[in-house]
């Protein structure tokens, strides 16, 4: 069976259109890769986006340990991808809970399908783009989805 991970940024999304990407992928459980799982944007903080997904029959999980640090946040949002992926590799995959956390990734993931959540429209310009190379060198097949 061919293991798939899907991406999917909130970017410019409602939570409907968001819910019905999900649901028409196919994805069980959505891994809120966020370090803090908070967000200005209606419907997308923690607890608002588990009980919507809830409502479509997906799982919500929050993979803190695998969020970006404040300075790669602000790398991002300076649109330095490259500053950004440096910060996340060296201070959390490249991490004992770092590594841990993306093991517990792809547990999750190889168990049912599974979608990485953050909030970067583009996944080139997200931590998520990282997460997913790490995921295909385990042989995951990486689908990037638009709400």
């Known amino acids: 069976m061919e293991?798939?991970?899907f991406t999917i940024g909130y970017e410019g999304?409602?939570?409907e259109r968001f819910a019905a990407a999900l649901?028409?992928?196919?994805?069980?459980?959505?891994?809120?890769?966020?370090?803090v799982a908070l967000s200005r944007k209606r419907g997308f903080s923690k607890s608002?986006?588990?009980d919507r997904l809830a409502e479509a029959g997906?799982?919500?999980?929050?993979?803190?340990?695998?969020?970006t640090p404040k300075a790669g946040r602000e790398a991002a949002?300076?649109?330095?991808?490259?500053?950004?992926?440096?910060?996340y590799c060296e201070?959390?995959?490249?991490?004992?809970?770092?590594?841990?956390?993306?093991?517990?990734l792809a547990a999750l993931a190889a168990r049912a399908p599974t979608c990485l959540l953050c909030f970067e429209r583009d996944p080139e310009r997200c931590h998520r783009r990282v997460l997913a190379e790490r995921m295909a060198a385990r042989g995951f097949r990486i689908v990037d989805l638009f709400a």
């Open 58 to 67: 997906i799982c919500y999980e929050h993979l803190r340990a695998l969020g």
């Open 13 to 15: 999304a409602d939570s």
């Open 23 to 35: 649901a028409g992928a196919g994805v069980a459980t959505l891994a809120d890769v966020r370090a």
């Open 48 to 50: 608002a986006l588990r």
């Open 77 to 87: 949002r300076a649109d330095d991808a490259a500053l950004m992926r440096r910060i």
């Open 91 to 104: 201070e959390v995959l490249e991490t004992g809970t770092g590594a841990q956390a993306l093991d517990g």
């Open 3 to 5: 293991k798939v991970l």
